[in-house]
């Protein structure tokens, strides 16, 4: 009888453990949500999570609040979304910096990637491009490895700093090619596609959002696609795998995530509601109008993601020879 009632409590017990997560899944949301980001405010990113967010709130009938919280690799982001309560009140919107890349090329974190997020979707992935200055001899990726190799050292390429996508995706092509190009990173992409219309750089990995008006206006030309296909819009303009058939594409996408131990009911009922909002005609269309390709995928789906692309990065790193930068 005794063990009858030890057994009968421990299930209570365990049943009134479970009972937040399915009371939040079903009621979820009845107040304002915080969806904290690295993002600039106007910045390609920050835009798409806002054209999401627009198609969001009406689903959900309550408002999905940005804060625009840049600084330190994302870090700043990351840190305020790792310390908040796992109820689906604060959510993180980011790249995959602080998820998959610091955990290689930062000598210390002030949080656990793997425990304290919550991985929720992937909310999409911009398309990325190789862009060029109008100065500059080479016309595709192809003229441009045999420029380099004839001219070793004397490229010079962009990225929006080391250890971002953009660098990773530079750092893997001079190891498949062997060509020679020196990396120059930038605080911002904005900065560096003035740069190369002007001349004072010869090529750079930049967005398409804001790329590809400079390229149609004449002050920039478009080398490669970074993404897997061409663009419909471009549609003679070759991808990077076509040059380098071998080259894998650092993850770029702009991922949703709450704080560790977040009930997986909460997680799985979050994701639902984001996909369905991306999915709407008018949302999806929006977002392919700024470059941002919706994607959507389980909490499940994300986190297996995240752990495959974080040993890519890692073998990267390890063959460039890139040094933790903190």
């Given amino acids: 009888m005794k063990r009858a009632m030890q057994t009968l409590t421990f299930l209570s017990a365990a049943a009134a453990i479970g009972m937040p997560g399915a009371a ?24 798409a999570l806002r054209v999401i967010v627009e198609g969001l709130v009406p689903i959900v009938g309550q408002p999905v609040v940005i804060e625009n919280r840049p600084g330190a690799g994302g870090v700043v982001a990351a840190e305020a979304v790792a310390r908040a309560a796992p109820d689906g009140y604060t959510l993180l919107g980011a790249p995959p910096n602080t998820q998959t890349v610091r955990v290689h090329l930062a000598k210390s974190n002030p949080f656990d990637p793997a425990k304290d997020f919550t991985p929720i979707t992937t909310l999409g992935e911009p398309t990325i491009v190789i862009v060029g200055a109008m100065n500059f001899a080479p016309n595709t990726l192809r003229e441009l490895l045999d420029y380099a190799k004839a001219n070793p050292g004397k490229v010079s390429y962009a990225t929006s700093g080391v250890g971002s996508s953009h660098h990773l995706s530079g750092e893997q092509i001079k190891m498949l090619t062997g060509v020679e190009i020196v990396h120059v990173p930038y605080k911002g992409l904005s900065e560096s596609l003035r740069d190369i219309a002007a001349g004072q750089i010869q090529i750079g990995f930049n967005l398409s959002g804001p790329s590809l008006p400079m390229v149609k206006s004449g002050k920039i030309k478009l080398l490669a696609i970074v993404n897997d296909r061409r663009l419909p819009e471009l549609p003679n303009v070759g991808t990077v795998n076509e040059a380098v058939p071998t080259f894998e594409k650092p993850s770029s996408w702009t991922g949703l995530l709450g704080p560790g131990n977040m009930p997986p009911a909460l997680a799985r009922r979050i994701s639902a509601e984001v996909i369905k909002a991306m999915n709407e005609p008018k949302t999806r269309t929006r977002l392919l109008e700024v470059g941002f390709n919706p994607l959507g995928n389980t909490p499940e789906e994300f986190a297996a993601q995240i752990r495959r692309e974080t040993d890519v990065i890692g073998r990267i790193v390890k063959a460039a020879g890139i040094q933790p930068i903190e």
């Fill in 24 to 47: 939040w899944s079903q009621t979820w949301p009845v107040k304002p949500v915080r969806l904290i980001t690295e993002f600039l405010a106007g910045s390609g990113g920050d835009t």
